[in-house]
Structure formats: structure tokens, C-alpha cells
């Protein structure tokens, strides 16, 4: 059974930073893309970020590009999520997702974690 | 960006009776649409992608059709566990990958 734990949320002040972290089991992790796609409270889904199985392709929506770092740790089954200059609407839930298919992009997302919830208010 | 509008924001029915979600696409998708549903304190979840291919063990109830910038899904028996916000999402033009707003499901 594929399971997806996020963890590392927490209350942050604006220009802060906070690495978040998901860890995999169930499926060959190096095999599968990975995304975070975050919520903020009471309203839809944003794409945040993407990543290639190897690590090696990484791909960023613009709200977040230069403050946020995607990166991979396939010894360790783990993804993570580098926020820096934190600001009031990154404030959200942030979920990390699995690509559906072996070797594709991260683009269509089959299994989800429970999410970890970033709050940047001072 | 592809913006993707979904239709109507709120549905609300009794079970039994048919649900349709529209979600329109600000430009060509192609086929490369997937629905996801949402329950309340829960991740997300996969129902179709393509546009029409159910992912496994998704309810036969579930389905979904289109092409280009007008996709839609149908619910066409409602349960009450069918209470829940529909997202559409695309894959065609990327990045970024985009949703839709969403369209809330409400069982009468």
C-alpha cells in the first residue's frame, strides 16, 4: 500500500523559511515523480512544484519560483520542499503527491499524503 | 496558464438523481483532463483521467467525457458518499499544472 507522510508545517513568521518533508513507502520511490500541491484553508487546489524520479528535472509554478526549492533524497524514500521569504499567502496546506504513472512527469497524481499545514503570519 | 472554469459552484441533489459537472478549459486541453474529488478533511483523490478512463476500483457511477475546452462529469446515480468538492485539473500545457475551482456536490 503506497503511503505518503508529510511533515515539517508549523507557524512561521513572514520572511521566514521552513523545509517540509515527505516520506514514502510502498512503491519503488526513484521509480515515480513527485509533486506538492498545496490548499489554503476553504479553497482550492494550487500545483506548487514537481520533480522528476531521478531529481533531476524540477519544475515551479511562478507564486513560488526562486523562494522555494524541490529536491529528493531516493536513498531515504524522501521528498522534500525548501520554502524561503515566506509570505502571508503561502499560508496552506501542502500536500505531497505521486505521480500516477512509472517514469512519466509529474503531472496526474494517484496517491496523496494527509498534508502538513504552513501558516505564515507574525 | 490555462485557466480552468468549473460549473455550477454548488450542486445540490437527492440521491438517486444525476450530477453534472462542467469544467471549461481557456484553451485546448486535448484529452489531458482529470478529475479528482475531495472530501472534507481529506487529500484528494483521483476518479478519471483523460478526460473518460476511470481509475480502478472508481464506482461505475462515475464518468466522464470531452474534448478540447469543454469536459464534463457525470454522477449518474448519486450515494450519499458522494458529498464532496470535485477539482478538474489539466496536463496538456504544463507548467504550471492548473485546477479548477471546483464544483461542491451537496446531498439533499
Known sequence: EVQLLESGGGLVQPGGSLRLSCGASGFTFSSYAMA??????????????????????????????????????????????????????????????????????????????????????? | EIVLTQSPATLSLSPGERATLSCRASQSVSIYLAWYQQKPGQAPRLLIYDASKRVTGIPARFSGSGSGTDFTLTISSLEPEDSAVYYCQQRNTWPPLTFGGGTKVEIK
Open chain 1, 36 to 122: 506538492w500541491v498545496r490548499q489554503s484553508p476553504g479553497k482550492g487546489l494550487e500545483w506548487v512544484s514537481g520533480i522528476s524520479g531521478s531529481g533531476d528535472s524540477t519544475y515551479y509554478a511562478d507564486s513560488v519560483k526562486g523562494r522555494v526549492t524541490i529536491s529528493r533524497d531516493n536513498s531515504k524514500n524522501t521528498l522534500y520542499l525548501q520554502m524561503n521569504s515566506l509570505r502571508a499567502e503561502d499560508t496552506a496546506f501542502y500536500y505531497c503527491a505521486k505521480e500516477t504513472r512509472e517514469g512519466d512527469y509529474p503531472t496526474l497524481f494517484d496517491s496523496w499524503g494527509q498534508g502538513t499545514l504552513v501558516t505564515v503570519s507574525s
